[in-house]
């Protein structure tokens, strides 16, 4: 090595081993020195050109790899919270509100605004849920799933609509004195099933076909 880095210096140090050992050249000052040789070396190797016979040519390009993104897995933990933190806001609600919350929700059923409303709550949850997600697992959220979330949530908060007019349907039909009051109840509790169904029930029908489609690959 000692040689190599006189031969590019043009030094006439020629030091045999038998001279390197003879008075301790090898400890730390020829430790010294064999470590700024190496460096040396590499230097000179690393910028050298690329020579094909006697004519030197342009080093190749590095072969770029496909950028592959990562899949947004989804856990159930993070619909459960939020489900959990709408349940907690909604009893809230009824606890320091009794009246006038629930009135507010028969009205806006009466009025035909409570499915868009509570369809544009948990579409707007759902896909915080899954940004947060993404950006947690360093992910790029997928188009396919957007899409897949968002069908998830329309269709179940309105098929808890169609529900609620069922239940309505029934206790109509039961021509007792105070009913207008137990419709009410209903109204009041289906929006708060189809809000926690419509946030919950489409990541856990997603977490199910992700469950499939891993396996699928692994088989």
Known sequence: MTRTWSHQHGSKLRPTLSQLFQRGELGLAG???????MWDLQNSQSIRPFHKGNAPVSAPAPVLAPV???????????????AAYVSLVFGLLLVFLP??????IVKNWESGRLVPAMIFLAALLNGLIYLRAAHLRSAKPGLLTSAWLGALTVGIVVGFSFLLDAAILHEQSKLIPNSQALVNEEIVAHTYWGLISGIFLPYLVIRFTQNLNFRAQAD
Request: glycine share 0%; hydrophobic share 60%.
């Open 68 to 82: 592959r993104h990562r899949v947004v897995k989804i856990r159930l933990a993070d619909p459960a919270a939020a």
């Open 31 to 37: 430790l010294i020195l064999a470590i700024s040789a």
């Open 99 to 104: 009246v006038s919350f629930p009135h507010m």
